[in-house]
């Protein structure tokens, strides 16, 4: 499809953003409700959270907008996505903060520097880092955070071999769900970055991603049992899940 002549508000791209995931994520708004549920029962407004490898604002903008006294941070390293995210996470007035980082860069945690975070999150994100560079995100948080913050971490994670049923029966229905979504109207990947790509003022943001991700090659998956001793060696003091559907899980840490 041409998308050239298809202007959207970025609260529009966004919608079209969390249509084209759900269809990648099923139950995705069930997986977001655990995050908002935790947060609620674990902190007290005011607090602040950082949303790592934030996209265009998806979860940030749910954390917001479920609490009213709240203020976010959101990290992501994609061009196209920080510029969608700075621009609806600004219907949130001073609360909500967007900041150009590299996960995979040692210091990409200075920018925090000073800061006190409450809690940390991420969506579907994080599988891009390989389980070196996750163990060293890890690490950052484990040495940033306080007593008592939590962290918590939505994605796929893939099952390990010996579990070969489990990982045939969630490729199936993740195949099932997409061939829906599709056929409903979702959009596929591409065809949401080419709409992102061809809005006004968006060609040098998108030559720019060209360049930061041209030697970014798929990492391999780190599996639920890496990412709970990864943040146990990272010095949180309780690790484990608070959501899973298949293969699709909620990671949680305490700092």
Same mark, same amino acid.
């Given at each position: ?26 139950? $995705? %708004? ?47 390293? +994609? ?30 945690? #200075? ?32 040495? /940033? ?11 796929? /994670?893939?099952? %390990? ?10 490729? &199936?229905?993740?195949? #099932?769900? &997409? $061939? ?14 080419? /709409? ?11 030559? %720019? ?5 041209? +030697? ?16 146990? =060696? ?6 484990? =899940?608070?959501?899973?559907?298949? *293969? *699709? ?7």
């Amino acid at each position: 499809m041409n998308y050239t002549a298809i202007a959207l508000s970025p609260r529009a791209l966004l919608e079209r953003w969390d249509a084209q995931q759900t269809a990648y994520v099923a139950h $995705r %708004e069930l997986r977001f409700r655990s995050m908002l549920d935790v947060l609620r029962l674990h902190l007290t407004e005011p607090f602040h959270v950082l949303d790592l490898a934030c996209g265009p604002g998806s979860l940030a903008d749910r954390v917001l907008t479920a609490f009213p006294r709240a203020r976010v941070t959101a990290v992501d390293y +994609d061009p196209v996505l920080l510029r969608l995210a700075d621009a609806v996470l600004a219907e949130h007035g001073g609360r909500a903060t967007v900041v150009d980082s590299d996960l995979v860069r040692a210091d990409w945690i #200075e920018p925090l520097a000073g800061e006190r975070i409450d809690a940390v999150v991420s969506s579907t994100a994080l599988h891009w880092l390989s389980p070196s560079q996750l163990l060293r995100v890890y690490t950052a948080l484990g040495d /940033l955070l306080p007593p008592g913050a939590i962290f918590l971490n939505a994605d796929h /994670l893939r099952y %390990e071999p010996g579990n070969e049923t489990l990982g045939a029966l969630s490729e &199936q229905h993740d195949a #099932e769900v &997409q $061939r829906e979504s599709f056929a409903a109207g979702a959009d596929t990947w591409d065809a949401w970055y080419e /709409l992102a790509t061809a809005q006004p003022g968006t060609a040098p943001f998108a030559a %720019e991603r060209e360049r930061r991700f041209a +030697d970014r090659p798929p990492q391999p998956k780190s599996p639920l049992h890496f990412h709970l001793s990864a943040l146990s =060696t990272a010095g949180f003091t309780e690790v484990g =899940t608070v959501w899973q559907y298949l *293969d *699709d899980y909620v990671v949680f840490a305490r700092r």
